[in-house]
Nanobody, 125 residues
Framework: QVQLMESGGGSVQAGGSLRLSCAVS??????LGWFRQAPGKEREGVAA????????YYAASVKGRFTISQDNAKNTVYLQMFSLKPDDTAMYYC????????????????????WGQGTQVTVSS
């Protein structure tokens, strides 16, 4: 079992920045990811990291604006978000994958076994 708890969401104006944190505990995991879901839309992958190699992956819509990082000493994964846009408004979820299949679907929700409760990000124009 892996437990995940997100924090750091909030409301910002367009062009602003936020940093989301996800505290991770429990058993071994091979991938950690950030996903988001806006009302009426499907959950989509935003960024992910393979915890062993440290390789990072980004959705095209956030590449160059968002950065995923992990602090192994603190068992925390972060999502630093810059140049936020109203389209970034969504509930953001942290997720962990116990199996290796996450590496072949690293930004797809079906690649992950465990999910946090989410933290809301609202970007106003």
């Amino acid at each position: 079992q892996v437990q995940l708890m997100e924090s750091g969401g909030g409301s910002v104006q367009a062009g602003g920045s936020l940093r989301l944190s996800c505290a991770v505990s429990g058993s071994r995991h091979n991938c950690l990811g950030w996903f988001r879901q806006a009302p009426g839309k499907e959950r989509e992958g935003v960024a992910a990291v393979s915890t062993g190699a440290g390789s990072t992956y980004y959705a095209a819509s956030v590449k160059g604006r968002f950065t995923i990082s992990q602090d192994n000493a603190k068992n925390t994964v972060y999502l630093q978000m810059f140049s936020l846009k109203p389209d970034d408004t969504a509930m953001y979820y942290c997720a962990a994958a116990a199996g290796w299949s996450c590496l072949s679907q690293v930004l797809r929700p079906e690649g992950y076994n465990y999910w946090g409760q989410g933290t809301q990000v609202t970007v106003s124009s």
